[in-house]
């Protein structure tokens, strides 16, 4: 009964699609579904309620994917009684080690959504962001202070489920430094084997570097990002063969993502 896409007449002024009739009441509109209410909004203020929208697209508007959407399937932790994503954001599968490739996910700079930069072979700019959603894909490097990708620095962009860049979908976020903290105490072991052993099953996906834009440390360290803010960093979690703790990041360095349920 609804109709969300239709073809148009091949009009294009100023790289916006003109219907072209005469009418500007009824030109196409750039759209978006709301995470719930299962309302679609339309640029022009307009919006209709289409029932069961929200869940059929649980990934924000205009995320880019690197090798599809994430599976959303929950991991329980029966200590915490937390629930999470059962893999990294990105991966195509649970990790079965701490060296799976295929469950490492994609590398994330803190506060961006996916627009196609946390992919590992994206390309790179020098050029900061003024803005909080960047018109490209690219890893943003940034090696002098205070080592961000947005200039200047936006400490809110993934706080709580309706952060304005939360990359996650529906009904999950990023988790606090607590929570994950909460998560490696629950470990049989405080190292990588815990991390591999723990409902979770995280393996040590590396991270990309903030001032080369490469990939580092893959196979030998695991990190998550966490949304709590430390000065111009924020916290992770970080693990090794050796131990674990949370951490401090720039938020120029690229590092996988966990979501976890609100």
Not at 4 to 28: F, G, H, K, P, Q
Not at 85 to 95: C, E, F, I, S
Not at 100 to 128: E, F, I, K, M, P
Not at 172 to 183: C, H, M, N, S, V
Request: net charge negative; aromatic share 10%; proline share 6%.
């Amino acid at each position: 009964p609804y109709s969300l896409y239709t073809e148009t007449a091949e009009n294009v002024i100023n790289d916006l699609v003109d219907d072209a009739d005469a009418d500007s009441t009824n030109e196409l509109q750039n759209w978006f579904v709301s995470p719930i209410g299962d309302t679609l909004y339309l640029e022009n203020g307009g919006f209709v309620i289409i029932p069961g929208i929200s869940s059929a697209n649980p990934y924000p508007m205009n995320s880019i994917f690197c090798a599809g959407a994430t599976a959303i399937v929950d991991a329980v932790n029966p200590i915490t009684g937390d629930i999470w994503m059962d893999r990294n954001l990105g991966a195509t599968q649970v990790a079965i080690n701490t060296g799976d490739v295929d469950a490492y996910g994609d590398l994330y700079q803190w506060g961006r959504r996916s627009d196609g930069h946390q992919c590992r072979t994206s390309a790179t700019t020098n050029t900061l962001s003024s803005t909080d959603k960047p018109s490209h894909g690219d890893f943003i490097l940034a090696p002098n202070p205070p080592e961000d990708w947005r200039s200047p620095q936006n400490n809110n962009l993934w706080q709580n489920v309706n952060g304005s860049n939360n990359p996650c979908p529906s009904g999950y976020r990023i988790p606090t430094e607590a929570e994950l903290d909460a998560e490696r105490l629950s470990w049989s072991s405080n190292d990588a084997a815990g991390a591999i052993a723990s409902p979770l099953k995280i393996p040590m996906s590396g991270l990309r570097d903030y001032s080369t834009g490469l990939m580092d440390q893959d196979g030998t360290f695991g990190y998550i990002w966490s949304s709590t803010i430390s000065g111009n960093t924020s916290r992770d979690l970080r693990f090794w063969s050796g131990g674990s703790f949370i951490g401090n990041l720039y938020h120029s360095y690229g590092a996988p993502v966990r979501c976890i349920k609100n």
